[in-house]
């Protein structure tokens, strides 16, 4: 069955410091993929989306997305984290809709910035 | 422009009570989503539209129904509400299918008791 799965429920990192958050899908063929923001009482938010192509794409805010077929992986990086970035990111795919957009959602990670 | 506006904001039902979360968007977009958050579970999809008088079953549909009369609206209905309805709702909106992001209103935060 396609899934998408975020293994990391909870992090924390310091203000400045890198930050990778994971994706790993399970499709038969590659998805278009996406990573959404969510802010606390807001909704969803698009960072980033990959289709097709170069597979570094960036984002807003500073976010960027690797894909990687070979590790059916799609991790979400920014250099250096703001205190501003503190929220929930969820990482999203679908193909085979039928052009429908079904997105299927990872579980989603919680990102913590300590000063 | 409003984007995707859902109503109300919060609510509490009472088990059995039935009532409609309404969702309105103003970017003519085609396709319509309705998704349920639940800690830890990420979204699920409940009902989807991909056009007007066009509606089709997500994931997750029971307990709940949906209508789409116009290309802005997409009301979600709860029967006879249930205390594994409480949860955040969420609708979502786009141009047309797969290589479209969704666009996400603020939800509405449902418990019921």
């Known amino acids: 069955a396609q899934s998408v799965t975020q293994p990391d429920i909870h992090i924390t990192v310091s203000e400045g410091a890198s930050l990778e958050l994971r994706c790993n899908y399970s499709?038969?063929?590659?998805?278009?993929l996406f990573w959404y923001v969510q802010s606390p009482g807001q909704g969803l938010q698009l960072l980033l989306k990959y289709f097709s192509g170069d597979t570094l794409v960036q984002g807003i805010k500073g976010f960027e997305a690797e894909f990687k077929r070979s590790q059916s992986s799609f991790n979400l990086r920014k250099p250096s984290v703001h205190w501003s970035d503190a929220a929930e990111y969820f990482c999203?795919?679908?193909?085979?809709?039928?052009?429908?957009?079904?997105?299927?959602f990872g579980q989603g990670t919680t990102l913590q910035v300590k000063p | 422009n409003a984007g995707v506006t859902q109503t109300p904001k919060f609510r509490i039902l009472k088990i059995g009570q039935s009532m409609t979360l309404q969702c309105t968007q103003d970017?003519?977009?085609?396709?319509m989503y309705w998704y349920r958050q639940d800690p830890g579970m990420g979204l699920k999809l409940i009902y989807y539209?991909?056009?007007?008088?066009?509606?089709d079953k997500g994931e997750v549909p029971n307990g709940y129904n949906v209508s789409r009369s116009t290309t802005e609206d997409f009301p979600l209905r709860l029967e006879l509400a249930a205390p594994s309805q409480t949860s955040v709702y969420f609708c979502?909106?786009?141009?047309?299918?797969?290589?479209?992001?969704?666009?996400f209103g603020d939800g509405t935060r449902l418990s019921i008791l």
């Open positions: 539209s991909v056009g007007a008088g066009i509606t």
């Open positions: 499709y038969g063929a590659t998805p278009y």
């Open positions: 970017m003519n977009h085609n396709y």
């Open positions: 999203a795919g679908v193909h085979g809709s039928g052009n429908t957009g079904k997105l299927i």
């Open positions: 979502a909106s786009s141009y047309h299918g797969d290589n479209q992001p969704q666009h």
